[in-house]
């Protein structure tokens, strides 16, 4: 079949990312000598930089890495906790029903700095200066600024001067809003990198001591200090329409700690397929499989109605298991065992029907069915104010969805690595004096009060969305891949992985074909909307299996052909490392050789 572009292939090292400058940096680190885990930590950090809409060096990381000695893959949690003093009761003194989408008041702990410096330390081999000497370049230099880094700006240009002036100095220097494909600096950022390393090789020559002391210097030092002292002084706009104070405190930097943890896995058509754990939403991704194991998945046209179907139907099931048992498994007990059982699967699939189901029904555990009710109750319950609440959309723009970035990459040793970094957008707070930049915002997806694992609670994680994916067979790494998205990344990820597995697509083809989305169930960004039986798909699905989709009873909205989705992808095969890139928005890119 026609492709886009060619399924790179290869035996030295391959990357890809959601932005061609981020790719070409890893793919010289593996030049250079560096193995998967020091490419990767150098393209994300280039991803701050000339990606700003969708990620910064105030936001989180989740990464799923296989080393090539290592039995097994492991995560590295770089999603950052509440602070410990947002509890249900501040917000409800504040007469908040739902945490803010933007402003100071929705930030957590950003955990993304902590999560590379610690892949760097205990699996690569490069120093911090070393992975971060692009980053710096084009904060200094200049990175060109993609449409869509304008488009998210220019809603701000009043608003900024007016009510973020801090983000207006960065983003609007001399009142100029940037023009696309123009060349733009963030100064700020760079400097505080340089701080950084300066402090980091005041340590010493030796590498871990450098890491360690760049580590102190974020979060025990003056990165921790300048977010302290921004938070309790300032009160500032957010989407409830009134202006807040922040909570987050230098004492809840210096608690955090990014943590190595066990994958949650699943097997499936002889791969095993690994994901976070139920503080993400990857989970949700290994249940859909279960259900879709009762189904002839190579039968069905790729591209087809019954498969858009199928799948929708069966991520409905395992999205509402998400929304009622998952949460951090710190605080909360999580049944996974339960919902990744077959016996499980086997009565879920019982309500999968030929046509589309306009219920939210969660799995036949105690308590299920009024946590849903809970749910429904509270979505939507306020109205935001102002800009860039929720994903890094602006109104009156058309919605583009990606709220992130995502980077693969796989060595000529084996190891690989899928990351997907977010959060700290520049529309999602107000940058940090003395810093340069925002942070994360991710507290918006915690409930106030619900009784449920995914409630605001102090020092604990929020569920994230953000969902790396990696896939092994007889444990060696043959697959990372996974793309921006919000809730919607598991959706694409996983119509490109079964067409992989299931019918044998090479990665281009796979991401080529054209890829759909429900807006079913509630969405993890604030107001926490939702719209029963909206299925988004591209207008290349053909206006035969849209009809048929319809007459199912799917509320269908076509999209423009190539506009759902960006995934990434890098994999093994036959001898050969093989990588491929989404053509869509032209910026993602796939290198190897």
């Known amino acids: 079949m026609f492709t886009t572009r060619p399924e790179?292939?290869?035996?030295?090292?391959?990357?890809?990312?959601t932005h061609w400058l981020a790719s070409a940096v890893g793919m010289s680190v593996l030049e250079r000598g560096g193995n998967a885990f020091d490419a990767a930590v150098a393209a994300g950090f280039v991803l701050q930089i000339v990606e700003p809409h969708l990620n910064g060096p105030g936001g989180e990381v989740p990464v799923i890495l296989k080393r090539h000695d290592a039995p097994e893959p492991v995560v590295i949690c770089g999603q950052g906790p509440f602070p410990m003093a947002a509890t249900p009761e501040?917000?409800?003194?504040?007469?908040?029903?739902?945490?803010?989408?933007?402003?100071?008041?929705?930030?957590?702990?950003?955990?993304?700095?902590?999560a590379w410096m610690l892949l760097l330390r205990d699996h690569g081999s490069w120093t911090p200066r070393a992975v971060l000497e692009a980053a710096i370049g084009y904060a200094e230099e200049?990175?060109?600024?993609?449409?869509?880094?304008?488009?998210?700006?220019?809603?701000?240009?009043?608003?900024?001067?007016?009510?973020?002036?801090?983000?207006?100095?960065?983003?609007?220097?001399?009142?100029?809003?940037?023009?696309?494909?123009?060349?733009?600096?963030?100064?700020?950022?760079?400097?505080?990198?340089?701080?950084?390393?300066?402090?980091?090789?005041?340590?010493?020559?030796?590498?871990?001591?450098?890491?360690?002391?760049?580590?102190?210097?974020?979060?025990?030092?003056?990165?921790?200090?300048?977010?302290?002292?921004?938070?309790?002084t300032a009160e500032l706009m957010d989407s409830s329409g009134r202006r807040h104070g922040g909570l987050l405190r230098a004492d809840d930097f210096a608690r955090y700690q990014a943590r190595v943890e066990r994958t949650v896995s699943r097997d499936h058509a002889g791969v095993t397929v690994h994901k976070t754990g139920p503080w993400g939403q990857g989970p949700a991704l290994l249940q859909t499989l279960?259900?879709?194991?009762?189904?002839?998945?190579?039968?069905?046209?790729?591209?087809?109605e019954r498969f858009v179907h199928t799948v929708v139907e069966c991520m409905k099931l395992s999205y509402a298991d998400r929304e009622v048992f998952y949460g951090d498994p710190d605080a909360s007990e999580i049944p996974l065992d339960t919902l990744l059982s077959r016996?499980?699967?086997?009565?879920?699939?019982?309500?999968?029907?030929?046509?589309?189901?306009?219920?939210?029904?969660?799995?036949?555990?105690?308590?299920?069915?009024?946590?849903?009710?809970?749910?429904?109750?509270?979505?939507?319950?306020?109205?935001?104010?102002?800009?860039?609440?929720?994903?890094?959309?602006?109104?009156?723009?058309?919605?583009?969805?990606?709220?992130?970035?995502?980077l693969d990459v796989v060595d000529r040793w084996g190891n690989m690595v899928s990351a997907t970094p977010s959060g700290g957008w520049l529309q999602s707070s107000p940058a940090v004096p003395g810093l340069g930049f925002s942070i994360s915002t991710r507290g918006q997806m915690g409930w106030l009060n619900a009784g449920l694992p995914s409630d605001l609670r102090p020092g604990t994680r929020p569920r994230t969305t953000l969902t790396p994916t990696l896939?092994?067979?007889?444990?060696?790494?043959?697959?990372?891949?996974?793309?921006?998205?919000?809730?919607?990344?598991?959706?694409?990820?996983?119509?490109?992985?079964?067409?992989?597995?299931?019918?044998?697509?090479?990665?281009?083809?796979?991401?080529?074909?054209?890829?759909f989305t429900s807006k079913h169930f509630p969405q993890s960004f604030y107001p926490r909307t939702f719209e029963a039986g909206r299925l988004l798909v591209e207008d290349r699905l053909g206006p035969d299996a849209i009809a048929a989709l319809e007459r199912r009873g799917h509320r269908v909205k076509v999209e423009d052909s190539w506009s759902l989705g960006r995934v990434c992808a890098v994999g093994r095969e036959d001898g050969f490392v093989i990588a491929a890139a989404t053509p869509r928005l032209m910026q993602a890119y796939a290198i190897g050789r």
Request: hydrophobic share 40%; no cysteine.
């Open 290 to 304: 279960a259900l879709l194991e009762g189904y002839d998945i190579a039968g069905m046209d790729p591209a087809g």
């Open 471 to 515: 896939v092994t067979r007889d444990g060696e790494a043959i697959l990372a891949m996974g793309t921006p998205g919000g809730d919607q990344q598991d959706q694409w990820t996983l119509a490109v992985l079964l067409r992989r597995l299931h019918h044998g697509l090479d990665l281009q083809a796979s991401i080529d074909l054209p890829l």
């Open 90 to 114: 501040r917000f409800a003194a504040l007469g908040l029903k739902q945490v803010p989408g933007t402003g100071l008041l929705p930030s957590v702990v950003p955990g993304a700095f902590d």
């Open 343 to 406: 016996g499980y699967a086997d009565r879920r699939r019982a309500l999968v029907g030929e046509a589309a189901s306009l219920d939210l029904t969660p799995g036949d555990l105690p308590g299920a069915a009024e946590a849903m009710r809970r749910i429904l109750s509270m979505a939507g319950a306020e109205t935001p104010v102002g800009i860039g609440h929720g994903e890094p959309t602006f109104a009156p723009l058309p919605v583009e969805w990606g709220d992130t970035v995502h």
């Open 8 to 17: 790179i292939r290869g035996t030295f090292g391959a990357v890809a990312t």
């Open 142 to 232: 200049g990175f060109p600024v993609l449409p869509r880094v304008s488009s998210s700006i220019l809603p701000a240009r009043d608003f900024f001067p007016e009510e973020w002036p801090t983000s207006a100095e960065v983003w609007i220097p001399g009142g100029e809003v940037p023009r696309p494909r123009s060349r733009f600096r963030t100064p700020g950022i760079a400097a505080t990198y340089r701080r950084i390393l300066a402090e980091a090789e005041a340590a010493g020559a030796d590498r871990e001591r450098q890491i360690e002391a760049a580590r102190d210097a974020f979060y025990r030092g003056f990165v921790a200090e300048a977010v302290d002292r921004f938070y309790r």
